[in-house]
């Protein structure tokens, strides 16, 4: 008996104690601001591999900049839809993130995070693996809502030992 009751603390604690499903650092904030930029996350990544644009686009401010390798700066909703749209041509697509931390400062935060990105052709060519770290700012708008404000990727060796996810 007393080994069940061992074994169920044992449980409990653990799940009581797990961080998210990142497991990054954490600095400031509550874990309202961290489960709603988790869900950012998750929900870019979905957008992304279904190709939704627009949601895509919705998860940044009005004003929100990305700045991708190479390229000038997409200012706003509409270049941030249409430079995705236009990277995503004839290409499924799939991306993971393993979040590295996180800092919560009043309405702003920011992340750094690897990730691992494959591009498969539709017309069937191998696929292509990308790596490389993100450093995303996060802006709280007046409605209360967590959204990507910038988003800068580089390629860096240290995130090839990812996994490449698999496009569906």
Not at 37 to 63: H, K, N, P, S
Not at 87 to 115: H, P
Not at 136 to 147: A, C, E, L, N, P
Request: hydrophobic fraction near 40%; proline fraction near 5%.
């Amino acid at each position: 008996m007393l080994s069940r009751i061992g074994l169920y603390v044992a449980c409990l604690s653990i799940i009581l104690n797990c961080s998210p499903s990142w497991g990054y650092e954490k600095r400031g904030g509550t874990e309202t601001d961290y489960a709603a930029i988790d869900e950012i996350e998750v929900q870019w990544q979905a957008a992304y591999g279904a190709r939704d644009f627009e949601a895509l686009a919705d998860l940044y401010t009005e004003d929100g900049w990305v700045m991708a390798r190479r390229r000038p700066a997409m200012r706003g909703r509409e270049e941030i839809r249409d430079f995705f749209a236009s990277v995503a041509e004839d290409t499924k697509l799939a991306v993971t993130f393993d979040v590295e931390e996180m800092e919560v400062i009043g309405r702003y935060a920011w992340n750094v995070a690897r990730f691992a990105l494959t591009y498969q052709s539709m017309s069937g060519e191998g696929p292509v693996h990308d790596f490389g770290r993100a450093l995303i700012i996060y802006k709280k708008g007046d409605d209360g809502q967590w959204r990507i404000h910038r988003d800068m990727d580089t390629p860096t060796p240290d995130a090839a030992d990812m996994t490449p996810p698999v496009p569906q």
